[in-house]
């Protein structure tokens, strides 16, 4: 035999759960230099040392390290520059400001990474604590951690099985598996199976020998999967993205302006002076706070928090604030069969009578083989099918062979009502059929009858008793079992694809079973098995052609824990944002790897500490609410976004051409940049209860299209402020009036500064919507509340005079009634630049779709 079952990174004596099933006992022994009587202490203590515990591995990082790594990127680089340029200029107040800013981004940050960390160590609990181990030759209890390759292990009803084992001996076990491979019923095991770690035994005893421990076992191999499993988040990318961009434009700007005041500098009398440079540094400063958008990830904290209180009112819980963001992005989803798409509850057929005279005899007989006692899923269902459960209390069972994996059927012996002993059997179709004194042509029929259930996914189970001779059967009829869809999921999958989800079945079930399923819920029938899609090794690199076919299908049969995590990977290879639903260990790679996962009720620690979004009520129709928040939060941020960019491209290019233009001139004061500040982002946190639509498609970040109607918008503001600000300047240095009020430049500051407060927030009302902005949804009470209430106190500022320069209440409603007018403008603006790009995307759709056309014909050339 070749006994090299082990990879390069493969411990001693560990064997691969892949293969092992294949392997015989003898050549698992010989591998393994051990026997049917176990280890000695001493080689166990040995190959303890050599393997190391039966645990998952822990590598702990430094929470100091994980705390400063908050401070280090784009944002908190912009942050970090502005605080230091606070100190340069000596303004202590924006200093405060500006790091308490840094420190709450930073804390929040840590802690959602923090809270990441939980899958692993929830995976871990579910390691078995102890284990009955054949050492020295007699049988002892040890902590799970301590057993080795080659230990001898017994295995009973409602063990947790401690590591991956083959069997080496016993009758029986009926094992649990379905938190590790997604099989929905019990899985019968005999001499020379393979046990997986951490599945749980319902019936039977047997010894077995361990062969892979810790992260090699099965059960380590997932948990594996979760630790390597992630992505960055689309939210951290776009915020990322923003910074970005107004990091490259205020640097341009900054470099302009400091080049042209330099030179002015040089050229006027007594050259460049430090004050001329505190001066200029100051401007920067100002620019600098202006145009960072300081408290961006905060505000978008904010509103992804109160979305997130928002779904838990509709057992929806928010385990990852970004996951709010991605829900909303969401494609695909892919979704797990058993306990989530369907009941998990085996539930009775029509039954197909042979020689039983109605359904509720051949049931009734079906009943009369099982114990009532007995807590194995398909004999509660056989059970639970009786319609008169009285009825066995006629009944005496003097008698009783349970199932087992050789005769696959239990037998009962039954004293009747009228005193007659009766023999009942019932187990595998093709055994029950095979003994009973049917005809050929009836146990034909029969056969032909289980094939059409098998394909139609269900289980048949079927009936018999024996005649008067005690040795005779005759075949009562066949028992149709299967789990059936959950009373809403047909109708979640059809809301769904109304917002524009496809969705897919991912199950540890066959294919007839899911295609049946997926059938009857309207999520198509290209059902395939993953192991004809790729394979374990096809991982790490996942060619194109295997992630189209991935993508193609409608969903996925007999699958594996990695396949899972492949899958997601695959769809996200195809640039899809991937949602994944799931309750079992087995899921929770994928869960973790998904854009978006999904535990739902019921799920396993493991599954919802990887999870995104943890349901707590039964049944996937809450899904739909939560997207339908997501969505409406997603539009939320993207309103403050295109908002905030706008603004803060008007602040600066103003500032910055003022400066040019106007020399000597001061545009705003520095408490004018801080109160602007404030006024700005202080309501605007009010952002997350405003009522927004609820787009029919999935949502996505294309910068491009923030960032055109950002500047556009922008650029409309910047045109709009300076306007205002030229006529000032002109009736200032010309000594004209303005509506009877002689300008003075302290009026002038004023009047800027509240064009700024005012423009800025109808900007919002302009950008909160693609639609015009007084059409429906309209803003909610809150955002207006707080809105007008900033407005009011800036109106207030300014007609008072509380620290800037008093500006006479004429002037005041001059820039409001200006401000109104101009955001009619800016609205018409804002609907012909998304009309131009949404041409311009429908025009690229249709080219590449003559492309692909002519790409298809035989000898043709795509056309221009």
Known sequence: MNTQTTTKTQAPYMMDSETIAKVPIADVYQHLNATDQGLTSQEADKRLQQCGQNALPEVKDSMIMKLLKMFWGPIPWMI????????????????IVIMVMLILNAVIGFWEEFKAGNALASLKKGLAFNANVLRDGKWITVPAATLVPGDVIDVKLGDVIPADVKLISGQYLSVDQAALTGESLPVSKKIGDVGYSSSIVKEGEMNAIVTATGSYSFFGKTAQLVSAAGN???????????????????????????????????????????????????????????????????????????????????????????????IASVDI?????????????????????????????????????????????????????LKDQSALSQYKMTNFVPFDPVSKRTESTIVGPDGKTTQYAKGAPQVIIGMSDADDATKTKATNCVADFAAKGYRMLGVAQSLDDGKTWQLLGLLPMFDPPRDDSAEMIAQAKAYGLSVKMVTGDDIAIASEIAGKLGMGTHIVKASDVFTSSDMDHISDAVAQNVEKADGFGRVFPEDKYGIVKALQQRGHIVAMTGDGVNDAPALKQADAGIAVSGAVAAARAAAALILIEPGLSVIIKAIQVARQIFMRMYSYVVYRVAMSMDIMFFVVLCMIIFPGVEPLSAIMIIALALLDDIPIMTIAYDNTPISAKPLRWRMGRVLSISSVLGLFSLCQTF???????????????????????????????????????????????????????????????????????????????????????????????????AMFIADLIKHITYSLMNFEVHHQKEFLKRVNTNLRQPGSKPSL
């Open 80 to 95: 970090e520059a502005a605080a230091i340029l606070s100190i340069i200029a000596g303004d202590l107040r924006d200093f």
């Open 232 to 326: 960055v988040s689309h939210f951290q990318r776009t915020v990322m993205l923003v910074g970005n961009f107004l990091i490259i434009v205020a640097a341009v700007l900054c470099i302009i302006l400091s080049f042209v005041v330099l030179c002015r500098d040089y050229a006027e009398p007594g050259g460049i002076t430090v004050h001329k440079v505190l001066e200029l540094v100051k401007f920067i400063l100002i620019l600098a706070v202006a145009s960072i958008p300081v408290a961006m990830p905060a505000v978008l904290s904010i509103a992804m928090a109160l979305g997130a209180l928002n779904m838990s009112r509709y057992k929806a819980i928010v385990a990852k604030l970004q996951s709010i963001e991605e």
């Open 333 to 385: 989803l892919c979704s797990d069969k058993t306990g989530t798409l369907t009941k998990n509850q085996l539930t009775l057929g029509d039954a197909q009578l042979f020689g039983a005279a109605n359904a509720d005899a051949c049931i009734l007989a079906g009943a009369l083989a099982t114990k009532q006692n007995s807590d194995d899923p398909i004999d509660q269902t056989v059970l639970r099918g």
């Open 723 to 821: 306007v205002l600000f030229c006529v000032g300047y002109y009736l200032l240095q010309n000594g004209h009036t303005f509506f009877g009020v002689e300008m003075t430049e302290g009026i002038l500051q004023t009047m800027v500064f509240l064009q700024l407060v005012v423009g800025g927030h109808l900007l919002l009302f302009v950008t909160r919507s693609h639609k015009a902005f007084f059409r429906p949804p309209y803003p909610s009470w809150i955002l207006l509340g707080a809105i007008f209430g900033t407005q009011i106190f800036a109106a207030l500022m300014a007609g008072f005079g509380w620290l800037v320069p008093t500006l006479p209440w004429i002037l005041i409603a001059v820039v409001w009634i200006y401000n109104i007018i």
